[in-house]
């Protein structure tokens, strides 16, 4: 599609931000089963179903633009989960890695917010309201989620990789 408008932007983008939900989808529970600390595996479980939430309200959105949410893969998203899956794969200590994941993790919700943020506001200056409202709510969730990843990060994990290091002092 040729952008020649802000519309075909705020299409465009919602496409990618699709793609995006989608991959992650798939690689949200080979995190889990990586992730040894069980609040972060909870919460990658959590995420996931949420994620679900996320993809059912943008094919919500795209059905009352009469448009397909099918269209090229989300190349940004493509790449933060190569290098979370690089982290599964590093021969770390458990609590290591645990961290590694999270910090993976937060780059993917960091990517998420700056995506939503930016079609709310196509959103807005377009008057898409009821787009504008379902896309709020999911930004509001992938804020909390990571909030949440920090909370974990610095009361816990963070923490108990710092021990193993002490440890060996």
Do not use: W
Request: charged share 30%; hydrophobic share 40%; net charge negative.
């Amino acid at each position: 599609m040729k952008l020649k408008s802000l519309e075909n932007l705020f299409i465009h983008e919602l496409r990618d931000i699709y793609s995006a939900e989608t991959q992650l989808i798939k690689a949200l529970p080979k995190m889990a089963e990586a992730a040894t600390n069980a609040e972060l595996k909870a919460g990658f479980e959590a995420h996931l179903k949420q994620t679900e939430t996320h993809l059912s309200r943008l094919e919500k959105i795209f059905k009352g633009l009469n448009k397909s949410p099918n269209g090229d893969t989300c190349e940004g998203m493509k790449g933060l989960i190569k290098e979370g899956a690089k982290m599964i794969e590093e021969d770390a200590e458990d609590a290591v890695r645990d961290a590694g994941l999270i910090s993976a993790a937060q780059r993917v919700e960091h990517y998420e917010i700056a995506a939503y943020g930016t079609v709310i506001s196509f959103a807005e200056t377009l008057g898409h309201e009821d787009a504008c409202d379902i896309l709020a709510q999911t930004l509001d969730e992938e804020e909390a989620t990571d909030e949440k990843l920090s909370a974990l990060a610095e009361g816990t994990i963070n923490v108990e990789a710092a021990e193993l290091e002490l440890a060996e002092d």
